[in-house]
């Protein structure tokens, strides 16, 4: 490090000695006080009054100027000498005759003398003998390296990256004259009269006490340090410098605190570019000199809710401009809403596009509501690292760009120690990361000389006088004005800030979130060139839908009076708005007090209430402290908190209720607001909380071990009952649908792991429930099978089943076995998957084939006859899609990738009739390995030719873990759709296309489909009808997030429109309770309890088992497309063909039970009940018609055999 930093040091020199001085004169201002004068005037003479000749300069006579000896003396002239004691005094030689320096003694008022020398006929103009500033480039010592600025080809700094570890070097290179931001123009003949602005840096915190940064860290106006309070009542607790939403934690839970200070150096890095000090004789240059650096902290725990939080932070405490250097590859609503609502608040938001390389979304870059900024280089270039896309605002420098290094940090390290360092505290980075603070520090220099500049108009300039880059990548191209590449150019400090309106408009008091009451004044900012008018107003919340005049005016105000503010008859949080012209525009949110507030206005008295309540109300008052929010059950003494507060509430949400682990009855609510002196008041309710689990029918048992992730159902006696089987981690467990416990008439198991779910089919071909379950004893993996006729088998599996991989978000592995008719015989084969290898038994437990691998990438399997020859075929695939015969024969193989050009692997095989021809499609999920790239779905016919259009890209990042594409009619338009449920580290979403291709939701944006409302995670999803309607919904159910950011569970079911259906989410865990059970835990829909009614039951990550029981909802087959995981209750991962539905299969599920006589009669004898899922199959005696015949002939061969319907002549073959 010693011969590199030499070397630096060299560097600098040489550079530094070849850099020139130039001086300038501002523009012509009036003078301030603060401006340096001598004790000299200059006066110029008109030509008629020049005097002539004179020799004597010490001695001069002027007493043919009238007036002028008068003021000598009244002013004490001591000395008169001309401009220049060379050049001929006739003025038609040389213009400057005539212009004489008037001495005079100190303390003179120079500005009333030059206004009566200006006041003589005789005179053309005099001035004081201004003292000029020599406006040399910035004394910064690095300044010199800073490209960006200033770049006249000069060499500078740049690490070169090679692959691998501590082989990076520094090296000079040298970029093309005039490729820069043109920030010397400006360092030279900088602006006047600029104001204040605040640029929030949200990132990894600030260095704030760094040389560079002194007097550049923004103090909060409304706050005291270290008092322990929350002086201004903005929720946070001695925000001096901004805050830390992460509390410097990289697990959950977290504590927000105070200090935005940088331990990777990121965020520093980022302050630095945009406001270091300038000629401070210390390092960097910074671009907005009249700026102060707001830190806010999210790093090393980079949720998306902290990102939104910061941002909300930032906007409620003043921040004009966002600058945001982080990304995710998604969009993310919760990110979006908090853009929005700073947007709103005229806050100007920018953010970079990130480093991928290529076309890719990146998102907030990729909001319109943001300037989306990529990275420039010293060449007028695209970097080759910065991510493009029809997004693009505008480029800005981010290669090789020197700025701030945080105490202590190395960004680079572990791989490449100190080699981006530059003596101790600066630090050289590349990335569109560097870019933002360029912009953000172009905007703080337009609102520094413009305040109140709103976004559209700040945007607008910033690309209309950006340098346009014909040729983005040096390849010959020519691209004038926009391109996705580099947007509408690289930036321009100096033609920006020349663009600006000349107005002002800015409200300096009362401060943001200040605590006011009765009448208050509004002191400001109004002028500018071309001001014609202010409007003062205000408007209820911190984002008004309406406004209120307070006073409007054609008087320019210069740090002044606006307006008086009456607030004696309001109450909460208001906003006053100054308006001056169409583009300048100024707010602040204030919170009014004029009277004490306690009260609780819903849930109101006696009203019922469920698992999760928001509780709304008001808390508020003259010298309010904070409130508290609190419940207690009805007789009891100890109350136990909800929520409290140090902002004030008027009329909002005071906070939410989490009762899904209490006791169904009468409980009290209770809201005490209070001062620094003790309580001021207090409101209570009472409300009747009703758990849904109480609701007739529902239920719920609690296990001991780990459950499966999915339970299943059949009836397995032949009882006319179906029985619910749950596996365990000690033990297969059976319950009837009312909750009991069954031990008759039903398999008794070691206590063995049955932890894979059970599958369920028809392996005798004789209509009645059968059930295959695997368990682990601690060495070997155990197959069991209970068929209908009382025979059983068990079999020693050949495998380890890894059932602890149900543990983790690997979904796409998870071990299953299903159940599948291969050969068209009318028996069930059975398929057992542990990744990556399957095995194929019959119904006697006897092994068929094995498809055996040793290593690799996961491996999918799938049984489905897809060529149509009725009989299966065995699909595999990992990168490669194979195609087996029963007897493990390989029939054929290709590429899964077919021509995309990226390494992929599979993630999931199924068989769908996506099109409605009454065929088997097979449909591959695949992940595409490389940097940036995603998951898609292809879909092949039964020649295994890829389908017209396909494959489809997802647009879902490949380092997620969607689940496999789900396909069903949402809409009931006639065709499928197809949705995917993920998550990524906070957000949860679902996205859904129609069969084309397209977005589901007409006219979005994306694929979105709906999201939670809270953080979590989705594995997968199913489609059902669960509100009686004609649409199915999408279910699922929904773990905490990854960061334990929101620990509630619940399972939430969206309309076939995206929209939460009302009285959703159900709350299954209180966030109080952590899991016990990592596990998916999907829902199972269907008609379980067989009263022709919906029923819905799930295991949770408390290993319960829960039933719940829809009394409004009739069940309907043809409207639960996908009633469970892997489609159907065998779990083979195959969607049933409509039109080979089995005849007698009135409710679609693959068997013939008595539900289906029970759903036939429904049918037939009740009005507007569900239509059979298949008209045919309900003809069973083949009379064209649907009548008690075909009931009973149902009846018959569930109870006396034979009778196969559609069957007439008994030979086996339908005739139907």
Request: proline content about 5%; some cysteine.
């Amino acid at each position: 490090m010693k011969n590199t930093s030499a070397f630096i040091i060299c560097l600098i020199i040489m550079l530094v000695t070849a850099s020139n001085s130039f001086a300038y004169l501002h523009d012509k201002y009036e003078v301030k006080e603060t401006e340096q004068t001598s004790n000299r005037l200059v006066v110029k003479f008109k030509p008629a009054f020049s005097p002539e000749g004179k020799t004597d300069y010490n001695s001069i006579n002027l007493a043919s100027v009238p007036g002028f000896h008068d003021l000598n003396k009244s002013f004490g002239t001591s000395k008169i000498e001309p401009l220049s004691k060379t050049v001929s005094q006739n003025e038609n030689i040389n213009p400057l005759s005539g212009i004489y320096v008037l001495h005079f003694s100190p303390g003179t008022d120079l500005i009333s003398a030059a206004e009566k020398y200006q006041s003589l006929e005789q005179v053309e103009y005099a001035h004081p003998d201004y003292i000029l500033e020599l406006y040399d480039a910035p004394n910064d010592p690095y300044y010199i390296l800073q490209w960006p600025l200033w770049n006249v080809g000069q060499g500078y700094l740049h690490v070169l990256r090679r692959d691998g570890s501590y082989n990076d070097t520094v090296i000079v290179m040298h970029g093309t004259p005039g490729a820069d931001i043109d920030a010397h123009m400006v360092f030279d003949n900088p602006p006047d009269n600029a104001q204040t602005v605040i640029i929030a840096i949200i990132d990894t915190g600030v260095d704030i006490d760094h040389p560079d940064l002194i007097g550049r860290i923004w103090q909060n106006p409304g706050e005291l340090p270290e008092n322990g309070i929350d002086d201004d009542h903005n929720g946070f607790v001695d925000d001096i410098h901004g805050w830390d939403f992460t509390g410097n934690s990289s697990t959950l839970p977290v504590t927000g605190d105070n200090d935005p200070s940088d331990e990777f150096g990121h965020g520093t890095h980022c302050a630095g570019i945009a406001a270091s000090v300038t000629n401070n004789l210390e390092g960097i240059s910074g671009i907005v000199p009249d700026c102060r650096i707001m830190p806010i902290k999210f790093y090393p725990l980079m949720l998306s809710s902290y990102a939104a939080r910061s941002i909300i932070y930032a906007a409620d405490n003043g921040a004009d401009i966002i600058s945001m250097s982080f990304g995710y590859p998604w969009q993310v609503e919760i990110l979006e809403d908090a853009l929005n609502y700073a947007r709103s608040k005229g806050v100007i938001l920018c953010a970079a596009t990130g480093n991928n390389s290529m076309e890719y979304f990146n998102y907030p870059g990729a909001y319109p509501q943001v300037i989306s900024v990529g990275a420039s280089t010293s060449d007028d270039e695209v970097a080759f690292f910065s991510t493009y896309g029809d997004f693009m605002d505008v480029v800005a420098p981010g290669y090789s760009i020197l700025s701030l290094r945080g105490a202590g940090t190395d960004m680079y390290a572990p791989d490449e120690p100190n080699v981006h360092v530059l003596e101790d505290y600066y630090y050289i980075a590349s990335g569109t990361s560097m870019s933002s603070p360029h912009v953000a520090g172009v905007l703080g220099y337009m609102l520094s000389l413009s305040p109140g500049l709103n976004h559209v108009k700040a945007q607008e300039i910033i690309q209309n006088t950006a340098d346009d880059i014909l040729d983005p990548f040096g390849e010959g191209l020519n691209l004038p004005g926009w391109d996705k590449y580099s947007g509408s150019g690289r930036i321009n400090l100096a033609d920006a800030i020349s663009a600006v309106p000349n107005i002002r408009a800015r409200i300096n008091s009362p401060l943001p979130n200040q605590f006011v009451s009765g009448s208050i004044e509004v002191n400001g900012i109004a002028d500018g060139s071309a001001f014609n008018g202010y409007i003062l107003e205000y408007g209820s919340g911190d984002v008004p839908e309406s406004w209120n005049v307070i006073s409007e005016s054609q008087i320019a105000v210069t740090d002044g009076y606006l307006g008086a503010f009456n607030t004696d008859s309001l109450d909460g949080r208001y906003t006053i708005r100054l308006m001056v012209g169409d583009d300048n525009i100024d707010r602040v949110t204030v919170n009014i007090v004029n009277s004490i507030q306690a009260e609780l206005s819903s849930p109101a008295e006696s009203d019922t209430v469920t698992s999760l309540t928001s509780i709304i109300g008001s808390a508020s008052s003259p010298g309010f402290s904070h409130y508290h929010l609190e419940f207690k059950m009805a007789g009891d003494n100890q109350w136990q908190l909800i929520d409290e507060s140090t902002s004030p509430i008027v009329n909002g949400l005071l906070g939410t209720w989490e009762a899904a682990a209490l006791t169904e009855g009468s409980y009290l609510l209770r809201l005490s607001v209070f001062a620094d002196s003790g309580i001021l008041d207090s409101d209570s309710v009472y409300v009747f909380m009703k758990s849904i689990l109480t609701a007739n029918g529902n239920w719920k048992h609690s296990f001991s071990a780990r459950t499966t992730i999915i339970p299943n159902y059949g009836d397995f006696d032949n009882d006319g009952e179906n029985e619910i089987v749950v596996g365990t981690e000690n033990g297969l467990y059976f319950f009837n649908p009312d909750g009991t416990q069954k031990t008759e008439s039903v398999p008794d198991l070691p206590a063995y792991n049955f932890r894979m779910p059970a599958a369920v089919g028809d392996m005798n071909s004789d209509g009645i429930d059968d059930l295959v379950a695997v368990g682990w004893d601690g060495e070997v993996g155990r197959m069991y099978g209970f068929i209908s006729d009382g025979t059983e088998f068990e079999t020693a599996i050949l495998d380890q089943p890894d059932v602890d991989i149900y543990n983790s978000d690997l979904v796409y592995i998870y071990p299953y076995i299903c159940l599948k008719d291969m050969d068209n015989d009318g028996n069930d084969e059975i398929l057992y998957y542990s990744n990556p290898n399957c095995w194929i038994y019959d119904i006697q437990g006897d092994l068929i084939t094995q498809f055996t691998y040793f290593s690799g990438n996961p491996r999918h399997y799938l049984a489905a006859d897809i060529d149509g020859n009725g009989t299966d075929e065995v699909y595999t695939s990992s990168r490669f899609l194979d195609q087996y015969d029963q007897q493990g024969n390989l029939v054929g193989s290709f590429d899964l990738q077919m021509n995309l050009g990226n390494q992929c692997v599979a993630r999931s095989l199924s068989a769908v009739d996506i099109d409605n021809d009454d065929k088997l499609e097979l449909v591959a999920f695949a992940r595409f390995l490389e940097d940036g790239g995603n998951y898609w779905v292809y879909a092949f016919d039964e020649n295994l030719s890829l389908k017209a259009g396909w494959p489809r890209n997802t647009g879902i990042n490949s380092y997620l873990v969607p689940s496999a594409p789900v396909f069903a009619d949402l809409n009931q338009d006639g065709q499928k759709e197809y949705f995917i449920g993920f998550f990524e580290l906070v957000q949860a979403m679902v996205y859904a296309w129609d069969i084309s291709g397209n977005y589901y939701l007409p006219g979005a944006a994306s694929p979105l489909f709906g999201y939670t409302l809270n953080p979590g995670r989705i594995y997968y999803t199913i489609a059902a009808n669960i509100n009686g309607s004609s649409f199915p919904e999408v279910i699922s159910n929904v773990k905490n997030d990854v960061y334990y950011s929101y620990n509630m569970e619940r399972t939430t079911a969206w309309d076939y429109s995206g929209e939460i259906l009302d009285g959703w989410p159900i709350y299954l865990r209180p966030t109080s309770i952590m899991p016990q059970n990592r596990g998916i835990g999907t829902p199972v829909v269907g008609d379980i309890n067989n009263d022709g009614l919906v029923d819905i039951m799930m295991t949770t990550s408390l290993n319960e088992l829960v039933f719940l029981n829809f009394y409004d909802t009739e069940y309907s087959p043809q409207n639960c497309p996908v009633p469970i995981w892997r489609y159907n209750r065998k779990l083979n991962n195959v969607c049933a063909v409509a039109g080979n539905i089995l005849c007698g299969d009135i409710d679609g599920d693959n068997l013939i039970a008595i539900n289906d006589a029970v759903r036939l009669v429904n049918y037939i004898f009740i009005p507007g009940s569900s239509l059979p899922v298949s008209l045919s199959s309900a003809d069973t005696n083949c009379d064209d018609s649907i009548s008690l015949v075909d009931i009973i002939w149902i009846i018959n061969h569930i109870f006396r055999g034979g009778h196969e319907p559609c069957d007439l002549n008994g030979d086996g073959i339908p005739d139907c």
